[in-house]
């Protein structure tokens, strides 16, 4: 029986895992319709925080350095290179709290980390209004980004619950402090045109985190934007990893046929 943060057992024969981690107040489920749009080359490894779906009877936690330990340990010998990680939102900082943790006990290191819809860690300004959120402000803010959906809010016990689970999952975010020194990976940003939550400069920021190569990848849409604008998303996406182009990506019930990248979807960010 498959215990742990992970969803599935991993592949044996994938040139490449890449283990995902979702957004807060989210769950592994997700990341359920990515392994159509990467293909087979990509291992694809959703991690499922406690608390939610198959992990619902274990208890929630609420900082990050507890959640990366714990993390690491379920891990154990899955993070066995070539891997990347990406996260989103709540996610992104996870994973760059996960690598640094990995890198300060001398682990094996992703090939990259890739960070979607979250701000520099030093400018993750509305993280810091949330202890102080009522639950109409929480259930408001999650309205305004697409992170609760109108059949939720018609039940109150099923609003109370995604607000507790997404306040918990934030005070993990609001538990973080960036370690001394940048990661010695690649980390590639990713940041929605429109997204309310984060200016394109605040996910540039993330170039000071890294030692390794950075850039920026601008993708049309909001705070999810691999929702709003899946074609473009994984377009960049397959590219950033190294995959083979694919004449159509598959996303769910849609088929985008004849993709290409447009010219401004990845912008270099130079260090400062």
């Given amino acids: 029986m498959l215990t742990g943060c992970l969803t599935r057992a991993p592949a044996p024969d994938r040139r490449l895992?890449?283990?995902c981690l979702h957004h807060a107040g989210g769950a592994a489920s997700a990341y359920a319709d990515w392994a159509g749009a990467l293909g087979d080359e990509v291992d694809l490894l959703p991690i499922q925080l406690p608390g939610r779906e198959g992990r619902i009877g274990e208890p929630r936690l609420r900082r990050m350095d507890t959640l990366v330990?714990?993390?690491?340990?379920?891990?154990a010998g899955d993070l066995r290179p070539p891997f990347a990680f990406y996260g989103h939102s709540m996610g992104a900082l996870v994973a760059y709290a996960l690598t640094e943790a990995l890198h300060a006990r001398g682990r094996a290191l992703p090939e990259a980390v890739l960070v979607g819809a979250?701000?520099?860690?030093?400018?993750?300004r509305f993280i810091r209004e949330v202890p102080d959120m009522?639950?109409?402000d929480l259930t408001r803010l999650l309205r305004r980004i697409g992170g609760m959906s109108e059949l939720v809010l018609r039940y109150p016990a099923w609003r109370d619950a995604a607000t507790g689970l997404t306040r918990d999952d934030l005070l993990v975010c609001h538990s973080y402090t960036p370690g001394p020194v940048p990661i010695p990976c690649d980390l590639h940003a990713f940041a929605g045109?429109?997204?309310p939550l984060m200016a394109l400069a605040e996910a540039a920021g993330w170039v000071r985190y890294t030692d390794g190569r950075f850039r920026l990848h601008r993708v049309p849409g909001g705070h999810f934007f691999v929702r709003d604008a899946p074609a473009e998303f994984f377009t960049i996406l397959r590219a950033?990893?190294?995959?083979?182009p694919r004449t159509a990506v598959r996303s769910g019930a849609a088929v985008a046929a004849g993709l290409g990248a447009r010219s401004d979807a990845v912008a270099p960010v130079h260090r400062v």
């Fill in 17 to 19: 895992r890449l283990f």
């Fill in 193 to 195: 045109d429109s997204d």
């Fill in 118 to 124: 979250y701000p520099a860690p030093d400018q993750h």
């Fill in 69 to 75: 330990a714990q993390l690491i340990a379920e891990l």
């Fill in 134 to 136: 009522s639950p109409e």
């Fill in 240 to 244: 950033v990893l190294g995959l083979r």
